[in-house]
């Protein structure tokens, strides 16, 4: 079993720049390919990025690509989220997930198990 803890959400204007980090207890975390997904109030929890067990393959939403970079640090049991020129529409509350079935970072949410209690991330204009 695999306990996520997100942290690094806040407030920050439009332009601006975050960085989430996933931590995770577990020896086996370094087999798991770990997702980002956000939800914003009255819609669907979305796929946002995801990194492979070796961080050798990265997806991410077409909606932050060139803005959000995803990377790992498996000595650390830790999964980064770099936010770079954040958008209003960008604010959300933001999980990280385990993607156990195959550890590559998969896009569908469907894959992913073990969920972290999120982070929220607010954007103002």
């Known amino acids: 079993q695999v306990q996520l803890v997100e942290s690094g959400g806040g407030l920050v204007q439009a332009g601006g720049s975050l960085r989430l980090s996933c931590a995770a207890s577990?020896?086996?975390?370094?087999?798991?390919?770990i997702g980002w997904f956000r939800q914003a109030p009255g819609t669907e929890r979305e796929f946002v990025a995801a990194?492979?067990?070796?961080?050798?393959?990265?997806n991410y939403a077409d909606s932050v690509k060139g803005r959000f970079t995803i990377s790992r640090d498996n000595s650390k049991n830790t999964v980064y989220l770099q936010m770079d020129s954040l958008k209003p529409e960008d604010t959300a509350f933001y999980y990280c997930?385990?993607?156990?079935?195959?550890?590559?970072?998969?896009?569908?949410?469907?894959?992913?198990?073990?969920w972290g209690q999120g982070t929220q991330v607010t954007v103002s204009s």
């Open positions: 997930a385990t993607d156990g079935a195959y550890g590559l970072g998969s896009v569908r949410i469907g894959d992913y198990d073990y």
């Open positions: 577990g020896r086996t975390f370094s087999r798991y390919g």
């Open positions: 990194i492979s067990w070796n961080g050798g393959m990265r």
